[in-house]
DNA sequence: GTATTAATTCTATATTGTAGAATAAATAGC
DNA sequence: GCTATTTATTCTACAATATAGAATTAATAC
């Protein structure tokens, strides 16, 4: 069994994607969260690798899609976050917010719903 | 020469550190901050071996203190940031913070002088 | 069935994270 | 000047995360 260790920097960022996205939280849109709102490049490789660590972890799960897209292509594997992983990530994030807190470009909190 | 890549979860916590303390940044303070603060145990050996790297990529630099401690023990070693450090400080933590922007457990801004 | 589209999986390597023992360097007392 | 004590850093090794992009899979449309 491998030791439970903190979440690293990318690891946040998809979980924090996967709380956004909520229902529509597969491969490419998680891609694009990342990539439009951190304004951060992420390839394919780097982001499923780690959806699958992640997942390995119990920290995500994940179910494949209805296997009739409009319009060709490959079903989309969704990925969700279990409530272990959710412990790990908030407890990162209060961490994260601990130290940065009132550096300066650190965003106010505006509270959403998921 | 080494690509620039993202900071990792620790670096970050380390820099944020170091922005804290200003002054008085040395390893053991550091580390106290950090185990403090963000509620983490922090080794010695994860913390020295982060500062080299940080150092290599000349994103902190350091300098050795006065050689006159008021009682025993071997000379500390101060650290700050860089310019180009604070470059990829700031980055990350933009990135970090647009995606974790009202996600619950999140700071407030409050903004300190350093 | 062949082309096209959409998406995931695979494989390999670099970098970061973690731990704790070992070492170093200073002071104090004798 | 030795020896003990204190404070702090350095060393070494290994584990986990990050990153890239080519390859593959699976579905639809002609």
Do not use: C
């Amino acid at each position: 069994m491998s030791k439970s260790r903190n979440l690293g920097e990318f690891e946040i960022l998809v979980l924090a994607a996967l709380v956004r996205l909520g229902d529509d939280a597969y491969g490419v849109t998680i891609r694009q969260e990342i990539e439009n709102r951190a304004e951060r490049s992420v390839t394919v490789g780097a982001l499923y690798t780690t959806l699958a660590r992640l997942e390995d972890k119990k920290f995500v799960a994940s179910r494949m899609g209805e296997a009739t897209p409009e319009r060709g292509g490959r079903a989309k594997r969704y990925f969700e976050m279990t409530d272990e992983g959710r412990a790990h990530f908030e407890r990162s994030i209060s961490s994260l917010g601990a130290m940065l807190k009132g550096l300066r470009p650190w965003p106010k909190t505006l509270r959403i719903s998921h």
